[in-house]
C-alpha cells in the first residue's frame, strides 16, 4: 500500500498515532506507552520522505485536541499527555525537514502550524501546573520551525512591528514581538533582527519597546548558545555591518533609558549591544577615545558605579548585577588570546559583583526568586571559566553555614560546568575534585533535613569523615525544618543527585585517604541513595537517585569505590543495597515497583560485566568470588528470618568499624568465612533478590512478571561467572540455575495475555526442585501476605464502628489501589480486579511452589548413601513407616491446604462463586504434584466427618459442597498429567476418601444436581482406573468390588420413574456415566463377596456374578425397549438413540469384563444366555462371548487343576526379581510381617527361592539389608533380625551332614578315648577342683581345640554348596556396603582409600565371625541337641566344649581377650590362627557355586509352606501395598507384581475358606518342613532318578499324614505303559 498509494499510507498512520493517544484511549501503560513510542517513531521516519503531508496531519490532530472539552482531573492529564506527545513528534520532524521543501509547503506550514503554537507560547492557562512544560515544548517546536522557515517567522514578527508603529492604543498585544526569544537565530539572522527592530523602535509604543528590549537580549542568548563559534569569530574578525546595527540600536535605547527605572529595564540588553562590538570596546579602553563613544563610556562607569552601590537606587543596583553577570557569561565565549581588552573590563567589575551576590550575611534579591538563583549560577559558572583556581566563592557557598540558596546555586553551577562544556578552553570539573568530602558532607546533611522534613524515617549517618567531624557536633536539629525550608531542601537534593548522575567522580574522589575511609565514604554516598530509591513523595528525586546509583554501578565508577580493594568493596556494598532494595521491594513499600525492578535489573547486568572483567585478575581477590555463599543456599534451619537485615543495620554495617580490611590485600575472611554463623551479605542480597523476583511472579501487572523473569537471566548469568573462576558446578550458586534459565526465556513473550502467562509461571514453579533461602522465603512471606489478602476479602464489604464514627462501605473510603503490589496498605477493594487477580495470583503461586517448602520441611540433614531397600529411615523395625504427610504437621504449607480446602466452600455474596472456581482450578490443574499426598490425606480427613460414629452421612449443603468441589478437583488432577505426577499420586491411598465419596453421595436422592454429582463421580472412577499404574491400593481388589456394589446401584436407579425429558437425559447420561466406570472397575477383577457370611466361597461368587449379569441383561432389555419406542415416536429423539447405542455397548464391555475375570464361577450363569428363546439375548451373548475370546481370556481357570496352578503362579510372584536383581514382593513382605512370625517367614523363604535356585538373590537381598541397618562389624547378625534367621535356618537344613561328618569323629574321641577319660577342661580359678593343675587344664583346652580348629580348616572341601553360597553371599554384601558407605565419606573428606585398604579383611571377619556364631559354635557347644551325639556329653566335656568355642569364636572375631582375666594366656594362639582362619574363610566365601539356572516347578515344596506363604501375604497385603507405595525403590519393577498378587489372591480368597474340590487339605500341618529337610540333606532333586520320575508326572503330592509326613497320590491315568522298562 505505501508503494501504491502513499498519500492514504501516511493519512492511516498519522490517524493511528491519533487513535492511540492518552486522550482517546485513557491512562497509559506500559504496552500503549511502547506502542505511542513507535506510531511517533515512525511518523517521523516518513516525514522526511513525506513532509508536508506529516505535519499538516499533526496540525490537524493538535488543532483538534486543544479544541477538545474536557472534565476531571484524569482527563486533564491525559489531554497534556497527548499535548505533549504531539510536540515532541512535530519538533523531531522540524528538525528533519529535508532542504527540498517547497516555497508553498512552507507557506501553508506557517499559515496552519504558528497559530497553534503561539496559542501554547501566549495563552497556556496560568496556574495549569502543566503550562510551563508545554510552553517549553512548543518554543522547541518554534525553534525547529524557524531554522528552515525563518522568513515566515520573520515575517509575523515584522508585520506586528509595523502594526504597533501605527498603533495608537496603550494597552497592546506584544505576544507576536516575544516570538523572538524563541527562535533559532545565526549572525545573519541576528543582523536582520537588529535591523528591523532598531528601524522601527522609535515609533513604537513604551509596553512595545520594553517587549523588544526583553526579546533581543534572549535572542542574542540563543545565538551565543547555538552558534558559540560565530561568535568567538566576532572577535577574531569584526564585523562591521553587525557592529553598526548594534551601536545604532544602542543609542536609540539610551534615548529612551531617560529615567532610573528605564535604565534598569535596558542596562542588561546594552551591555549586549556593546559586546557585539568589540571595536568600540576597544577604543573606549584607551586615553583618547573617539567622542562618538562617549555615551558608551558613560554607561560603564554608571554600572560601575552602580555595582559598587554608589549608583544611588537599588533598582540601578539590581540591573548592573544582571548586565555584569551577562558580560562575563559572554566573555567566557571570547578566546583571551583574541581580545584581553573585554577580560580587563570584566575583571574591573567582578570583585564588586562576586561581594554583591555571593554575601550569606546579606544575599543578594530581587523579589522573585527563581531570577536570582539562575543570576548566581551565571555568575559562579562564568568565573569558574574566567579563572578556575581563584575558588574564594566556592568555599563560601561550601560553608555550612551560608543560606541553602548558595549551597543550591553550587550544585546547580558544578552540573552546568559538568554537562555543558562546548568551547575547548572551558576548563575542565576536575579542577574541583579536591572539594569531593565537603560535597559529600552537604549531600549528607541535606539528605537528613529533606528526610526529616518528610516525617521520613531520619537518614542514619554513617560515622562522618574526620575532618568534619567538629562540623558536625555543631550542628544540631532539635526543631523539625519548615515545610518552605523543607521544599528548598528537596529542590537542593534533586540537584545533588542530579550531580552525581552527571558526573560520579566528583562525590567520589578521595584524595590522599586510605582504603578503609575511601570505602566507609564510598558506602555512606551509596546508602544515602539507596534510601532515597522507595521515597515514593519524592517521585522525582527517587528517579534520578535510581539514575545514579546506576552510573555509580558503571564498571569506572566502581573501580574509584576503593581502588584498594575494589572486588571486596564491590561485593559488600553492592550487596547491601540489592539487600535493602529487595527487602524494600518485597515489603511492598515502593509505588513504581515496577519501574525499579527494570532498573534493578539494569544494575544487575552492570555488576555481571564488573565481575567478568575481574573474572581474569589477580586470583586471590577473586577468591572472594566463591566465597560469597557458594553452596550455601540451602539454610541450616527451616527458620530464614536470620536471614533478614533491618534498615538500620544495612545502614551500620557500613560503618567503617564493620569488617573493614586492613590496607591492602587483605581479604575480609570474617565476614565470608565458610557457610556457618551468620552468612555474608553477599548470600543475603541474593537471597532477598531471589524472594524478590519470585514475589513479582504473582503480580497482576504483566509487565512485572516479565521485567521478574528476565531478572532471572542475569542471576544465572553471574553465577555463571563465578562458577568460571573455581571450576564449581553453576549449581553450587544456583541450585535452580535450569529452570531460571526457563523463566528468562518466557520473558520474550511480550505478547502473551495475562492468564496465560500466569498458567505458564506456575508451571515453571512447579519444575524448581531445590529448595533454597530464597524459594522457602518468598513462600512464606507470600503466604503470609495471602493470609492477610484472604481475611479481608471474606470480611468485604462489611462495615466497622470505629470512635463512634458512621462507617462506610470499605470501597468509599478507600482509594482505588492495588493491594500489595502497589499499596502494602492493609485494605482491599474488589471492585478493583487486579486486587481480586493478584489473590488468585498468589494462590497460584502458592499451590505450584508448595512442594519445594514441604520438601525443606521434610529434608532434615544431608543425604547419605541409600542401599537397594530404599532410605533407612523408612527401614529401621519391621514395620513400614507411612509418610510423614498423614500425621498433620502443622508446618506452613500443611495450614495453607487447610485454609484452602476451607475456602472450596467459601459462600461469600460477592466473590464467592469465583473464590471457589478457582481454588476448583488451581488445586486440580496448577498444584505441585509433592503435595499431592499431602491434599488426599486432607480431603480423605475432612470428608470422613461428613459421617456420625455410626457411619450415617450428616448432609448439609455445605459438606454437599465440599463433596462436588472436591470431585472436581480428583479429576482435574487425574487427568492433568502434570511433570512429575506419577511419582507422587501413588504416596497415600485415595480409597477410603473414594469410598467415602460414593457413600455420601448416595444418599443424595434423585434431584437434578444429584444426578450430576453422581455422573460427575462415576467419571472421576473412571479417570482413576485409567491412572491405576500410578496411583497406590492397599487392598485394591476389595476397594474395586465394593466400587461395583455401589455404583451398579445408580444404573436404572431412576430412568423408568423420570417424567420430564430433561431429568430423563440426565438419568441416562448417569446409566452412561456409571456403565463406563463399572467397565474400567471390571478389567481384571476377580469377584470378592464380603467374608464371613459362612456361605461357601465360590458358592458366594456364583450368587454374586448372578446379580451383576442379571443387573446388565435388564439394562440391554431397557435399552432395546426405549429403541423401540423411539423409533415410533419418530426422528425427534435421534441424540437419545445415541446415547442408548453407546450405553448398549458398554454393557456389553462391562459383562465381557465380568465374564472374563470370573471365568469359574460366571460361565454357568452365562452359558444359558446362548440358547435363550429371545434373539436378540443370543445376540448380546454371542457379542460377548466374542469379546472375551478377543481379550483372551484364561480359560485355564477351568481346569481340575486351577488350585495348585494358582498357587504356582503365587510361588512364581514372590521369587520374581527386578532387572537390578531386587526382589519386590519377597522384600515388602520381609519388611511388613510382624517378628512373631519371622520363624515361619524364614522357613518359607528360603524353601521357595531354593526351590527355583534362587536362593543366592533371597539371601543377597537379606545380608545387604542386615548390613546396611547394623552399627557396626561387632553387631552383625547378631540380633534376632530375619537375616539371622534365614542364615540360622541355612546352616540348620544345608549343614546338617556337614556338620555330623566334621564333628562326630573328632566328638567320640574326646568323650569315649582312654587318653580322655579324666582330663579337665576347666580354667577359671575360681571354678578349679583343689586336685586340679591350671597349666595342665589350659594345656588340655589348647590341645583339643588346636584339634578341632584344624580339622575345621582342613574341611573346605567338603564344606557343602549351599553354604558357600550363603557365605559368599555374605561376604559380597558385606564388601559392596562398606565400600559404598567409603564412597559417601571419602566424598565427604576428599581422602582416596583409607576404608577401602581395610574393608577385605573387614568384611570377611564378618564371614567367619557369623558362620561360627551360627553354624558351627552352637553344634560344638549342644552336640545332642543338634542330633550329632545321641546322648548328652558329661558336664566337664560340656565345659570343656563351651571354653573351646570362645576361642574359637575369638579367631572368627579376629579379636583377643580382654575382659575376661582366665582367657587371656590363650591370646597367643589366638593371635597365631588369625591368618589360618581368614584363609578358610576367603576359601569358602570367595567363590560361588554356580547354580543350575533351570526354573523347576515346584519340586519338594510340601503344601504347608504354600499354604503359610498364602496366609502370611493374605494377612498382610494391605501393608505390602503401603510399603511398595511409600518405599519408592520399586520405581525400576512398578507395580504389576503387587497388582497380580492382589488379584491371585482375591481368587484363591482368604486362607479361611475352604477349597470345596480339596476337603483333605483341612488336614495340614502346617508347620511340617521334614520333608524339605530330608530331600534337601540328601539333595535328592539333583540325583537323575528324581528328575526323570518328575518329568513323568504321575506323582501329585498334597496334605500329610497324622504323624506329619507328606502324602504322594499316584495318578494313574497319566502312566503310559510304554514309558516302563
Not at 533407612?872 to 519391621?878: L, W
Not at 521357595?1248 to 538373590?1257: A, P, V
Not at 566337664?1436 to 581377650?1457: C, D, P, T, W, Y
Request: aromatic fraction near 8%; proline fraction near 4%; hydrophobic fraction near 40%.
Amino acid at each position: 500500500m505505501a508503494a501504491h498509494r502513499p498519500v492514504e499510507w501516511v493519512q492511516a498512520v498519522v490517524s493511528r498515532f491519533d487513535e492511540q493517544l492518552p486522550i482517546k484511549t485513557g491512562q497509559q501503560n506500559t504496552h500503549t506507552k511502547v506502542s505511542t513510542e513507535h506510531n511517533k517513531e515512525c511518523l517521523i521516519n516518513i516525514s522526511k520522505y513525506k513532509f508536508s503531508l506529516v505535519i499538516s496531519g499533526l496540525t490537524t490532530i493538535l488543532k483538534n485536541v486543544n479544541n477538545m472539552r474536557i472534565f476531571g482531573e484524569a482527563a486533564e492529564k491525559n489531554l497534556y499527555l497527548s499535548q505533549l506527545i504531539i510536540l515532541d513528534t512535530l519538533e523531531k520532524c522540524l528538525a528533519g525537514q529535508p532542504k527540498d521543501t517547497m516555497r508553498l509547503d512552507e507557506t501553508m506550514l506557517v499559515k496552519q502550524l504558528l497559530p497553534e503554537i503561539c496559542h501554547f507560547l501566549h495563552t497556556c492557562r496560568e496556574g495549569n501546573q502543566h503550562a510551563a512544560e508545554l510552553r517549553n515544548s512548543a518554543s522547541g517546536v518554534l525553534f525547529s520551525l524557524s531554522c528552515n522557515n525563518f522568513n515566515a517567522v520573520f515575517s509575523r514578527i515584522s508585520t506586528r512591528l509595523q502594526e504597533l508603529t501605527v498603533c495608537s492604543e496603550d494597552n497592546v498585544d506584544v505576544h507576536d514581538i516575544e516570538l523572538l526569544q524563541y527562535i533559532n537565530v545565526d549572525c545573519a539572522k541576528l543582523k536582520r533582527l537588529l535591523k528591523e527592530t532598531a528601524f522601527k523602535f522609535k515609533a513604537l509604543k513604551k509596553v512595545a519597546q520594553l517587549a523588544v528590549i526583553n526579546s533581543l537580549e534572549k535572542a542574542f542568548w540563543n545565538w551565543v548558545e547555538n552558534y558559540p563559534d560565530e561568535f568567538t569569530k566576532l572577535y577574531q574578525i569584526p564585523q562591521t555591518d553587525l557592529a553598526e546595527c548594534a551601536e545604532k540600536l544602542f543609542d536609540l535605547v539610551d534615548g529612551f533609558a531617560e529615567s532610573t527605572k528605564r535604565k534598569a529595564a535596558v542596562w542588561p540588553l546594552q551591555i549586549i549591544l556593546l559586546i557585539l562590538c568589540p571595536e568600540i570596546i576597544q577604543d573606549i579602553s584607551k586615553e583618547g577615545f573617539d567622542e562618538n563613544n562617549i555615551n558608551k563610556k558613560l554607561f560603564l562607569d554608571s554600572l560601575r558605579k552602580a555595582l559598587a552601590g554608589h549608583g544611588g537606587s537599588r533598582q540601578l543596583t539590581e540591573s548592573a548585577a544582571i548586565a555584569c553577570v551577562k558580560l562575563c557569561k559572554a566573555s567566557t565565549y571570547i578566546n583571551w588570546e583574541d581580545n584581553s581588552v573585554i577580560f580587563l573590563l570584566v575583571q574591573s567589575m567582578v570583585v564588586d559583583l562576586k561581594n554583591l551576590l555571593f554575601n550569606p550575611s546579606k544575599p543578594f534579591s530581587r523579589g522573585s526568586q527563581p531570577a536570582d538563583v539562575d543570576l548566581m549560577i551565571d555568575c559562579l559558572v562564568s568565573c569558574f571559566r574566567i579563572s578556575p583556581h581563584n575558588n574564594q566563592h566556592f568555599k563560601i557557598c561550601l560553608a555550612q553555614n551560608s543560606p541553602s540558596t548558595f549551597h543550591y546555586v553550587l550544585v546547580n553551577s558544578l552540573h552546568r560546568i559538568i554537562t555543558n562544556s562546548a568551547l575547548d578552553w572551558w576548563p575542565k570539573i576536575d579542577a574541583v575534585y579536591c572539594h569531593s568530602v565537603e560535597l559529600r558532607h552537604m549531600f549528607g546533611e541535606t539528605l537528613n533535613k529533606a528526610m526529616q522534613g518528610c516525617g521520613a524515617h531520619p537518614a542514619i549517618r554513617m560515622a562522618p569523615s574526620l575532618t568534619f567531624k567538629e562540623k558536625v557536633t555543631s550542628l544540631k536539629f532539635k526543631e523539625k525544618p519548615t515545610d518552605l525550608e523543607t521544599r528548598s531542601y528537596k529542590y537542593l537534593l534533586l540537584s545533588m543527585v542530579k550531580l552525581i548522575h552527571a558526573d560520579p567522580k566528583l562525590l567520589l574522589c578521595n584524595p590522599r585517604k586510605q582504603g578503609p575511609e575511601t570505602q566507609s565514604s564510598t558506602a555512606e554516598l551509596i546508602t544515602g541513595l539507596v534510601q532515597l530509591v522507595p521515597q515514593s513523595h519524592m517521585p522525582e528525586i527517587a528517579q534520578e537517585a535510581m539514575e545514579a546509583l546506576l552510573v555509580l554501578h558503571q564498571l569506572d565508577s566502581i573501580d574509584l569505590w576503593n581502588p584498594d580493594a575494589p572486588v571486596e568493596t564491590f561485593w559488600e556494598i553492592s550487596s547491601q543495597m540489592l539487600f535493602f532494595i529487595c527487602k524494600k521491594l518485597t515489603s511492598h513499600q515502593m509505588l513504581s515497583s515496577t519501574e525499579i525492578l527494570k532498573w534493578l535489573r539494569e544494575i544487575l547486568i552492570c555488576r555481571n560485566k564488573f565481575l567478568l572483567k575481574n573474572k581474569q585478575a589477580d586470583r586471590s581477590s577473586c577468591h572472594f568470588l566463591f566465597l560469597c555463599g557458594v553452596g550455601c543456599d540451602v539454610p541450616a534451619s527451616g527458620n530464614s528470618s536470620q536471614m533478614s537485615m533491618d534498615h538500620d543495620e544495612l545502614l551500620r554495617t557500613c560503618a567503617p568499624g564493620a569488617s573493614l580490611r586492613k590496607g591492602k590485600g587483605n581479604s575480609s575472611m570474617d565476614s565470608t568465612a565458610g557457610c556457618s554463623g551468620t552468612p555474608p551479605i553477599c548470600r543475603q542480597a541474593q537471597t532477598k533478590l531471589e524472594v524478590a523476583l519470585y514475589m513479582f511472579l504473582w503480580s497482576p501487572d504483566t509487565e512485572a512478571v516479565l521485567v521478574a523473569m528476565s531478572c532471572f537471566r542475569h542471576l544465572c548469568e553471574e553465577a555463571d561467572i563465578r562458577c568460571g573462576v573455581d571450576e564449581v558446578s553453576v549449581h553450587n550458586f544456583l541450585p535452580n540455575y535450569n529452570t531460571f534459565m526457563e523463566f528468562a526465556s518466557v520473558s520474550n513473550m511480550m505478547s502473551t495475555g495475562r492468564a496465560a502467562l500466569q498458567k505458564r509461571v506456575m508451571a515453571l514453579l512447579r519444575r524448581i526442585e531445590h529448595p533454597t533461602a530464597g524459594n522457602t522465603e518468598a513462600w512464606e512471606d507470600t503466604h503470609a501476605k495471602w493470609e492477610q489478602a484472604t481475611k479481608l476479602i471474606l470480611n468485604y464489604p462489611k462495615t466497622k464502628m470505629e470512635d463512634g464514627q458512621a462507617a462506610e462501605s470499605l470501597h468509599k473510603t478507600i482509594v482505588k489501589r492495588r493491594m500489595s503490589h502497589v499499596s502494602g496498605g492493609g485494605s482491599i477493594d474488589l471492585s478493583d480486579t487486579d486486587s481480586l487477580q493478584e489473590w488468585i495470583n498468589m494462590t497460584g503461586f502458592l499451590c505450584a511452589l508448595g512442594g519445594v517448602c514441604l520438601q525443606q520441611r521434610s529434608s532434615s540433614g544431608l543425604a547419605t548413601y541409600s542401599p537397594p531397600m530404599g532410605p533407612v529411615s523408612e527401614r529401621k523395625g519391621s514395620m513400614i513407616s507411612v509418610m510423614s504427610s498423614e500425621g498433620n504437621v502443622d508446618t506452613p504449607v500443611s495450614r495453607f491446604m487447610d485454609r484452602l480446602l476451607s475456602l472450596m466452600v467459601c459462600n461469600h455474596e460477592k466473590v464467592g462463586l469465583q473464590i471457589r472456581t478457582n481454588v476448583k482450578d488451581l488445586v486440580g490443574l496448577e498444584l505441585s504434584p509433592a503435595l499431592y499426598p499431602m491434599l488426599f490425606n486432607k480431603l480423605k480427613n475432612t470428608i470422613s466427618k461428613f459421617f456420625d460414629s455410626q457411619g450415617q452421612v450428616l448432609l448439609t449443603d455445605s459438606n454437599t459442597q465440599f463433596v462436588e468441589q472436591t470431585i472436581a478437583i480428583m479429576k482435574n488432577l487425574l487427568d492433568n498429567h502434570t511433570e512429575g505426577s506419577s511419582e507422587h499420586l501413588g504416596q497415600a491411598s485415595i480409597e477410603t476418601m473414594m469410598l467415602n465419596l460414593v457413600r455420601y453421595v448416595r444418599v443424595l436422592g434423585n434431584m437434578v444436581h444429584a444426578i450430576q454429582i453422581k455422573t460427575k463421580l462415576c467419571q472421576l472412577v473412571e479417570v482413576m482406573m485409567a491412572r491405576r499404574d500410578d496411583l497406590s491400593f492397599c487392598q485394591e481388589m476389595k476397594f474395586r468390588n465394593k466400587m461395583v456394589e455401589y455404583l451398579t446401584d445408580w444404573v436404572m436407579g431412576t430412568s423408568n420413574q423420570a417424567a420430564d425429558d430433561d431429568v430423563k437425559c440426565l438419568t441416562r447420561d448417569l446409566d452412561q456415566a456409571s456403565m463406563e466406570a463399572v467397565v474400567s472397575l471390571l478389567a481384571g477383577l476377580p469377584l470378592q463377596p464380603e467374608e464371613g457370611d459362612g456361605v461357601e466361597l465360590m458358592e458366594a461368587k456364583s450368587q454374586l456374578f448372578l446379580k451383576y449379569f442379571t443387573l446388565f441383561m435388564n439394562l440391554l432389555n431397557d435399552c432395546s425397549e426405549v429403541e423401540d419406542e423411539n423409533a415410533q415416536a419418530g426422528g425427534r429423539k435421534r441424540g437419545m438413540s445415541r446415547r442408548l447405542a453407546s450405553l448398549r455397548h458398554c454393557t456389553v464391555l462391562a459383562m465381557s469384563n465380568l465374564l472374563n475375570a470370573n471365568v469359574d464361577s460366571g460361565l454357568m450363569h452365562s452359558i444359558g444366555l446362548g440358547y435363550h428363546k429371545d434373539l436378540q439375548t443370543r445376540a448380546t451373548f454371542m457379542e460377548v462371548l466374542t469379546k472375551i475370546l478377543q481379550q483372551g481370556t484364561e480359560f485355564d481357570t477351568l481346569a481340575e487343576t486351577v488350585l495348585a496352578d494358582r498357587f504356582e503362579r503365587l510361588v512364581e510372584l514372590v521369587t520374581m526379581m527386578g532387572d537390578q536383581g531386587e526382589l519386590p514382593i519377597a522384600m515388602a513382605l520381609a519388611n511388613v510381617v510382624p517378628c512373631s512370625q519371622w520363624d515361619e517367614l524364614a522357613r518359607v523363604l528360603v524353601t521357595l527361592f531354593d526351590s527355583r535356585h534362587l536362593l543366592y538373590q533371597l539371601l543377597w537381598n537379606m545380608f545387604s539389608k542386615e548390613v546396611e541397618l547394623a552399627d557396626s562389624m561387632q553387631t552383625l547378625f547378631r540380633g534376632n533380625s530375619l537375616a539371622s534367621k534365614i542364615m540360622t535356618f541355612c546352616f540348620k537344613v544345608y549343614g546338617a551332614t556337614y556338620l555330623q561328618k566334621l564333628l562326630d569323629p573328632l566328638l567320640r574321641i574326646v568323650i569315649t578315648s582312654s587318653d580322655w577319660q579324666h582330663v579337665s577342661f576347666e580354667v577359671d580359678p575360681t571354678r578349679l577342683e583343689p586336685s586340679e593343675s591350671l597349666d595342665e587344664n589350659q594345656r588340655n583346652l589348647l590341645q583339643m581345640t588346636e584339634k578341632f580348629f584344624h580339622a575345621i580348616i582342613s574341611s573346605s572341601s567338603e564344606f557343602p554348596s549351599q553354604l558357600r553360597s550363603v557365605c559368599h553371599c555374605l561376604y559380597q554384601a558385606t564388601c559392596h556396603s562398606l565400600l559404598n558407605k567409603a564412597t559417601v565419606k571419602e566424598k565427604k573428606e576428599n581422602k582416596k582409600s583409607v576404608v577401602s585398604q581395610r574393608f577385605p579383611q573387614n568384611s570377611i571377619g564378618a564371614v567367619g565371625s557369623a558362620m561360627f556364631l551360627r553354624f558351627i559354635n552352637p553344634a560344638i557347644v549342644s552336640p545332642y541337641e543338634a542330633g550329632i551325639l545321641d546322648k548328652k556329653p558329661p558336664p566337664r566335656i560340656e565345659r570343656g566344649l563351651k571354653l573351646m568355642s570362645k576361642i574359637l569364636q575369638s579367631i572368627a572375631n579376629h579379636v583377643l581377650f580382654t575382659k575376661e582375666e582366665h582367657m587371656r594366656p590363650f591370646n597367643d594362639f589366638v593371635k597365631s590362627n588369625f591368618d589360618l582362619a581368614r584363609r578358610f574363610f576367603l576359601d569358602i566365601a570367595s567363590d560361588c557355586p554356580t547354580s543350575d539356572a533351570v526354573n523347576h516347578s515346584l519340586s519338594f515344596i510340601s503344601d504347608g509352606n504354600v499354604l503359610a506363604l498364602h496366609r502370611l501375604l493374605w494377612n498382610n497385603q494391605e501393608k505390602i501395598g503401603q510399603y511398595l507405595s511409600s518405599n519408592r525403590d520399586h520405581k525400576a519393577v512398578g507395580r504389576r507384581p503387587f497388582d497380580k498378587m492382589a488379584t491371585l489372591l482375591a481368587y484363591l480368597g482368604p486362607p479361611e475358606h475352604k477349597p470345596v474340590a480339596d476337603t483333605h487339605w483341612s488336614s495340614l500341618n502346617l508347620t511340617s518342613s521334614k520333608f524339605e529337610e530330608f530331600m534337601t540333606r540328601h539333595q535328592v532333586h539333583e540325583k537323575e532318578e528324581f528328575k526323570a520320575l518328575k518329568t513323568l508326572s504321575i506323582f501329585y503330592q498334597a496334605g500329610t499324614s497324622k504323624a506329619g509326613n507328606p502324602i504322594f497320590y499316584y495318578v494313574a491315568r497319566r502312566v503310559k505303559c510304554h514309558h516302563w522298562s
